[in-house]
Nanobody, 122 residues
């Protein structure tokens, strides 16, 4: 079993910054990517940023130039540095570990964290 724990959320004023962390622990032999999603009330879950083991990175257009995703592969931890925050960034942010395998030839699974609230308001 794999557990993902997010931290770093909270309330911040527009223009401010937050840094989210997500640590994956448990039976992990390897994983393909770690991903940040967000979901605001009444909206669909949206992929915010993704970082693969090979280092490739993707962002949703609305956060490009403001958010930076990074990863500590040795610790299976992913970070999301969020700068120039806007009220429309308000959402629950969720971390996902993609294609996690517990053993070299085992099946893969995706795992999700419980989510953390980010509120951008004056």
């Amino acid at each position: 079993q794999v557990q993902l724990v997010e931290s770093g959320g909270g309330l911040v004023q527009p223009g401010g910054s937050l840094r989210l962390s997500c640590a994956a622990s448990g039976s992990i032999f390897s994983l393909d990517a770690m991903v940040w999603y967000r979901q605001a009330p009444g909206n669909q879950r949206q992929l915010v940023a993704r970082i693969a083991t090979d280092g490739s990175i993707n962002y949703v257009d609305s956060v490009k130039g403001r958010f930076t995703i990074s990863r500590d592969n040795a610790k299976n931890t992913v970070f999301l540095q969020m700068n120039e925050l806007k009220p429309e960034d308000t959402a629950v942010y969720l971390c996902k570990a993609e294609r996690v395998v517990a053993t070299r030839w085992g099946p893969w699974n995706d795992y999700w964290g419980q989510g953390i609230q980010v509120t951008v308001s004056s």
